[in-house]
């Protein structure tokens, strides 16, 4: 059977509650938040900055350091890397097209290499039934980022 070749998977949340999903996939983008860290900063990689700025924004320290981290990953994520949501009762997934963070009107965001798909490598959808029980769980997760371990 082919597989798909990847370095690592992560699976991201498009937003609180999900308000960037449908956004994020039909017009090819990986959304993200953090709206008072500049795209300047972000591509820079000024993480003490960053880490400044969240730390004054954030009241708890372990939130400070997963958002920097976060960040970070994504940020620093290569092309050989998966990152994958949940939608409309699929798992869609997707790779980075390049490391540049830009913003629009809606949020800032990474451009993703071809499009997002919620299909295996023989155009079968991912439905939530299809995948394994510890893949669809991952949904629940309650942080922005988080490395897929069921691969």
């Known amino acids: 059977m082919r597989q798909i070749e990847f370095r690592n998977a992560y699976y991201i949340k498009l937003g609180r509650n999900g308000k960037w999903e449908e956004s994020s996939i039909t017009e090819g983008k990986l959304r993200i938040g953090w709206s008072h ?33 976060a960040l970070r990953l994504i940020r620093e994520s290569k092309k050989e890397d998966i990152w994958i949501t949940f939608y409309s009762s699929r798992l869609w997934w997707c790779r980075i097209g390049n490391n540049k963070v830009y913003k629009d009107k809606v949020s800032k965001y990474l451009k993703v290499s071809n499009a997002w798909s919620d299909c295996d490598i023989h155009g079968t959808p991912l439905t939530i039934s299809r995948i394994s029980g510890r893949l669809a769980k991952i949904q629940g997760f309650r942080g922005t980022v988080c490395q897929v371990r069921e691969k």
């Open 37 to 69: 860290q500049s795209t300047s900063d972000i591509n820079q990689g000024r993480w003490d900055l960053i880490r400044e700025q969240l730390a004054a924004e954030l009241t708890h320290k372990g939130m400070v350091t997963r958002d920097t981290n």
